[in-house]
Nanobody, 120 residues
Framework: QVQLVESGGGLVQPGGSLRLSCKAS????????MGWYRQAPGKQRVLVAA???????NYADSVKGRFTISRDNAKNTVYLQMNSLKPEDTAVYYC??????????????WGQGTQVTISS
């Protein structure tokens, strides 16, 4: 019914920037709280940043001041602007969201993930 599709990952050098996008499609009434998570090899998936329907944001301490989450409700898209990237930011990044469906139900969804690799 609903798909979250991430894009924008890739290989960049330390200090570089990337912008991830997550587009929701399907039987969507509205996006509620949306978030970006990441999972490095051998580690648990952790929250990187989240934004609620009012535009309030929160960030992991490790990315504060470097990453910015934003949303475009008209496009059903959430973004993660990542600046000053470090090798330790290397991970698969996943989009997660609570979506209000056209029938009024609220369901949580995950995207398939996009690889971000920071290396010289």
């Amino acid at each position: 019914q609903v798909q979250l599709v991430e894009s924008g990952g890739g290989l960049v050098q330390p200090g570089g920037s990337l912008r991830l996008s997550c587009k929701a499609s399907g039987s969507i009434s509205s996006m509620l709280t949306m978030g970006w998570y990441r999972q490095a090899p051998g580690k648990q998936r952790v929250l990187v940043a989240a934004i609620n329907s009012g535009g309030n944001t929160n960030y992991a301490d490790s990315v504060k001041g470097r990453f910015t989450i934003s949303r475009d409700n008209a496009k059903n898209t959430v973004y993660l602007q990542m600046n000053s990237l470090k090798p330790e930011d290397t991970a698969v990044y996943y989009c997660n969201g609570d979506i209000k469906l056209l029938d009024g139900r609220i369901r949580g969804y995950w995207g398939q993930g996009t690889q971000v690799t920071i290396s010289s």
